[in-house]
């Protein structure tokens, strides 16, 4: 059974950080391809960092330069600091993990919440 689970969310004020961690299992680990995806309320969910299963890394536009992913395959884990948040990157944060067709899961979230 494949499971994500991601921890490591919470409040935090403007201008903070955080980290995001993502611990999969019964997942080929080390050869996923491992993100971070968001979703506000009444939004759509949007990528936010991608790690290939070589380590090249995809940001959105909006988190570059603030956040930076991560992965340690020894521990199955994939991370996401987040520095310099603003109350726009409040959301809850899904972890996923995908490699081509009919492979690709999502965790249950982590809320993140940024006050102003």
């Known amino acids: 059974q494949v499971q994500l689970v991601e921890s490591g969310g919470g409040l935090v004020q403007a201008g903070g950080s955080l980290r995001l961690s993502c611990v999969g299992s019964?997942?080929?680990?080390?050869?996923?391809?491992m993100g971070w995806y968001r979703q506000a309320p009444g939004k759509q969910r949007e990528l936010v960092a991608t790690?290939?299963?070589?380590?090249?890394?995809n940001y959105a536009d909006s988190v570059k330069g603030r956040f930076t992913i991560s992965r340690d395959n020894a521990k199955n884990t994939v991370y996401l600091q987040m520095n310099s948040l603003k109350s726009e990157d409040t959301a809850v944060y899904y972890c996923?993990?995908?490699?081509?067709?009919?492979?690709?899961?999502w965790g249950r979230g982590t809320q993140v919440t940024v006050s102003s």
């Open positions: 790690i290939t299963s070589t380590g090249w890394r």
């Open positions: 996923n993990a995908e490699k081509g067709p009919g492979y690709r899961y």
């Open positions: 019964g997942i080929i680990f080390s050869f996923s391809d």
